[in-house]
């Protein structure tokens, strides 16, 4: 059985920063590209970031220089590390993992940013 777990959603400041991690099970993780998607209220699901099963990243224009994705074929988790946070982050956040034939979606975790 396949599962993304997501975690270290929350309330921030602006200006705040939050680490998102992504824990997989019943994947082999190191073949599958990873990203992190989010959709805000009545706005479609974007994507953030990913990650290639090489380890090449690309990143959302608007979260350039802010965001960091990272991954750990040892521990099955890819990360992402949000900086300078704006309340336009506001959205909740989803891990996906994706293969030429397969994809899997975690069920997401909230980000508000709000003072």
């Known amino acids: 059985q396949v599962q993304l777990v997501e975690s270290g959603g929350g309330l921030v400041q602006p200006g705040g920063s939050l680490r998102l991690s992504c824990a997989a099970s019943g994947i082999t993780f190191r073949l599958y590209n990873m990203a992190w998607y989010r959709q805000a209220p009545g706005k479609q699901r974007e994507l953030v970031a990913i990650?290639?099963?090489?380890?090449?990243?690309n990143y959302a224009e608007s979260v350039k220089g802010r965001f960091a994705i990272s991954r750990d074929n040892t521990w099955n988790t890819v990360d992402l590390q949000m900086t300078s946070l704006k309340p336009e982050d506001t959205a909740a956040y989803y891990c996906?993992?994706?293969?030429?034939?397969?994809?899997?979606w975690g069920k997401g975790t909230l980000v508000t940013v709000s003072s």
């Open positions: 990650i290639t099963s090489g380890g090449n990243s």
């Open positions: 996906y993992a994706g293969s030429y034939v397969l994809e899997y």
